[in-house]
């Protein structure tokens, strides 16, 4: 809070130097209009003085509330948090959420953050409260008025909104998804015009980016590696999501399981080969280069190793549910049609 500043003024009055006789000989007159005129100085002082108590106070009754607080917001898990100043000391526990704050220009309120959270690059030098699983400890010692949390650490964070935090779920699993998160930590941190802006910028330029899919009239079959063991994404994902977005036909959609379809599952490298992808994208995270996977002679006789349409591409960009997410698609539209935009 910003301090307020009171200047008293005093006033400090002058006399002429009497002889001694004269103070003795008015006594009796002198003494009735000193005491009456002390008595009015005291009443008059002690109106400045109440006067100026009465106005700090009612300076700092008005500055006291953050314009727009106190505000209620609805996070992923459904469950209503109010939060009643304007968050100073704000905790996240994912990156996606790092992302956001610092995108809406709270950066500088951040104090703690995970271990994961590596952009934007100030981000990885703040002080760390977990990797995927939030440590309530080191939470609780950076004194947060607000944590932004990540579906599966309720529990961990429970504690902290028992002491006083405002605490919100975020869980993302669609573009609307990261656009309604936005206005969220929008709204929690007081940068309501700011989650708007932003949430319009993306949707402006992931609308270019699914026209220029859609006007190479090509739909190519894509496998989306997760990691070097064929973790794959199937319908209803994220992935599946922004693989239609440009224009491609997701291989893990079109594979059949033995049970429900699922939306993250193990493909079997003779789905693979089935199926005989147009691209494969592998994640850097977990790939070197590709040379791990199409020097693989399991793999040697596929379509997309043979034109040579293996590429490894920054899953972290692709995939984070965050606000590079159009740069993000991007990335991928490159991958599936090179040259479209």
Known sequence: MLGQW?????????????????????????????????????VAASSLVLAGCGSEKAET???AASPGFPVTVTD??????TISAEPQRIVSTAPASTEMLFA???GDRVVGVTSLCDYPPEAAALPKVGDYQANTEAIMALSPDLVVGYSGNEEALAPVEQAGAAVIILNP???EGIYA??????????KIAEATALVDKLKSEIKQVTEAATATGESPKVFYALDNTLWT???????????????????????????????????????????????????????????EFVKDPR???LKAVKEGRVILIDDVVVTRPGPRIAEGLKKLLEAVHPGAL
């Open 6 to 42: 009171t200047l008293l003024r005093s006033s400090k009055q002058s006399r002429s130097p009497q002889p001694l006789c004269f103070l003795r000989t008015t006594a009796g007159v002198i003494s009735l209009w000193l005491v009456l005129a002390l008595a009015l100085v005291l």
């Open 61 to 63: 009754s008005t500055t």
């Open 76 to 81: 992923d898990n459904g469950k209503t948090v």
């Open 104 to 106: 809406l220009g709270v």
């Open 173 to 175: 699993d669609s573009l």
């Open 181 to 190: 998160n936005i206005q969220t930590v929008g709204a929690a941190t007081g």
């Open 233 to 291: 994404a199937g319908p209803g994902s994220f992935v599946d999501e922004l693989l239609t977005a440009v224009h491609a036909t997701n291989v893990g959609s079109m594979q059949g399981t033995s049970g429900p379809a699922q939306a993250y599952y193990q493909f079997a490298p003779e789905q693979l080969l089935a199926s005989d992808p147009d691209v494969i994208l592998l994640p850097n995270t977990a790939y070197k280069s590709i040379d």
């Open 299 to 301: 793999f040697s006789q």
